[in-house]
Every structure is written in structure tokens, then in C-alpha cells.
């Protein structure tokens, strides 16, 4: 099970943290992922983790802004949302995949969250 907490309203610059806890995984190794969905547009990757070797990767649009970590003893993986804009605006899922492999692809996730609201404002 995941569970994504955090989002919520905020003015252009300001910050947000996203937490996702994780709960239920039956493998050592998983990839955790957030992604996010405007509305009107399709789901887009933002970031993912992999509880592996710690690596890190991000989406273009949100390199240098946003900080993803992992708790590995609580499973607990956070988003760091810094400087947010109006374009950040939508609701972000987080999602895990169930093996030691990381993705882009939202179809290659096993398990998804429900959605956090972020609105940023100007």
C-alpha cells in the first residue's frame, strides 16, 4: 500500500513536501516514483528513487527544484518541492515498482497511491 500525503495550496516560490508511505512490499529491492497530473493532461513522471543503491532521477521540468529521499527503515519516500510555479500544479501520486528496476513509464508501476493536491498560485 502507498500512501501519498502533503499537498495543498502555495504561492509562486514557495515550497512543499511530499511524503509516501510505503507499507506491505514483499521484495528487498523497489522503485518509488512520483508522478503528477494537471488537469486536462496526462500523467507525468516527476521523479523516482531506488531503495537499491539510493539513486536518484529526475524530470527535466523539476531538475534543481524538487529533492526526492528515502527512509529506507520506515519506507517512507519524500518529495521536496522548492520554488514551485503555477505549472507545478496538479495532483501527484506516488507509485512503486516491485523489483529492482526504474521507470519513467507509469505502466511499469505495480502500485499506486492516491493523489495529494498541490495548486500553486501566483
Known amino acids: 500500500q502507498l500512501q501519498a500525503s502533503g499537498g495543498g495550496p502555495v504561492h509562486t516560490g514557495g515550497s512543499l513536501r511530499l511524503s509516501c508511505a510505503a507499507s506491505?512490499?514483499?521484495?528487498?529491492?523497489?522503485?518509488i516514483g512520483w508522478f503528477r497530473q494537471a488537469p486536462g493532461k496526462e500523467r507525468e513522471w516527476v521523479s523516482c528513487?531506488?531503495?537499491?543503491?539510493?539513486?536518484?532521477y529526475y524530470a527535466d521540468s523539476v531538475k534543481g527544484r524538487f529533492t526526492i529521499s528515502i527512509d529506507n527503515a520506515k519506507i517512507t519516500v519524500d518529495l521536496q518541492m522548492n520554488s514551485l510555479e503555477p505549472e507545478d500544479t496538479a495532483t501527484y501520486y506516488c507509485?512503486?515498482?516491485?523489483?529492482?528496476?526504474?521507470?519513467?513509464?507509469?505502466?511499469?508501476?505495480?502500485?499506486w497511491g492516491q493523489g495529494t493536491l498541490v495548486t500553486v498560485s501566483s
Open positions: 507509485a512503486a515498482i516491485e523489483r529492482r528496476w526504474v521507470s519513467v513509464l507509469a505502466e511499469e508501476y505495480d502500485y
Open positions: 506491505g512490499f514483499t521484495v528487498d529491492y523497489f522503485t
Open positions: 528513487i531506488s531503495n537499491s543503491d539510493g539513486s536518484t
